[in-house]
């Protein structure tokens, strides 16, 4: 069965510090791998996305994540936070059926 | 394009009565994904359509739930009767799959906020 682990549910931090959301996956075989934004009152944004090549990936707003195989692991990182990056962040995968599932979501807060 | 069009934004409804939402997905896509955001259970994949055909209904949570995609353009998920505890955010999304591909990205719509009273 395929499943997204978002570790953290909600994530505090003061702006311009750095931040990293975390998220695994488990899977035998090769998926795609995405993250998204949710801000308030509003539907999903696509982030990034792993689809092949080189497991670093950039996204929009300054983030980045690092798909690592070994430890099925795709965690998003963004070096310096802005307050306008509070918002609810989901992992996804792809499955070879087609269908997207997504984790539980990780609410980023930031700081003054 | 507009996008993902979702309709209504918001329905509020009584206990037993049919509610229907509608979503008209991104043209040319070939995916429509349906799911269900609560605070409780996060978001849900309902049904999963692909070239109008329903491909995964697992998630769809008992009989009262129904959807359908007459055509590229349109689908409904259809709740009767409601009940308090299909209170809830409904997305959809559609994407684009290639023969023998996988889906690449998902685009969502804005979501109907559904109460049930």
């Known amino acids: 069965a395929q499943s997204v682990t978002q570790l953290d549910s909600q994530v505090p931090v003061f702006e311009e510090a750095p931040v990293e959301l975390r998220c695994n996956y488990s899977s035998s075989v090769s998926v795609y791998l995405f993250w998204y934004v949710q801000y308030p009152n509003q539907g999903l944004q696509l982030l990034l996305k792993?689809?092949?090549?080189?497991?670093l990936v950039k996204g929009i707003n300054g983030f980045e994540a690092e798909f690592n195989k070994s430890q099925t692991s795709f965690h998003l990182r963004k070096p310096s936070v802005h307050i306008s990056d509070t918002a609810e962040y989901f992992c996804a995968v792809t499955r070879r059926n087609n269908d997207m599932r997504f984790g539980a979501g990780t609410r980023l807060t930031v700081k003054p | 394009d507009a996008g993902v069009i979702q309709s209504p934004r918001h329905e509020v409804t009584e206990m037993g009565q049919e509610v229907t939402l509608r979503c008209k997905p991104i043209s040319g896509h070939n995916s429509l994904f349906w799911y269900r955001q609560t605070m409780m259970r996060g978001l849900e994949l309902l049904i999963y359509?692909?070239?109008?055909?329903?491909?995964?209904d697992s998630g769809m949570p008992e009989d009262r739930f129904s959807a359908k995609m007459p055509n590229a353009s349109f689908s409904t998920l259809k709740i009767q009767p409601s009940e308090p505890r299909d209170s809830a955010v409904y997305f959809c999304a559609s994407s684009l799959a290639l023969t023998g591909k996988m889906n690449t990205e998902a685009f969502f719509g804005q979501g109907t906020r559904l109460t049930v009273v």
């Open positions: 792993y689809l092949s090549g080189s497991t």
């Open positions: 359509f692909n070239n109008n055909v329903p491909i995964d």
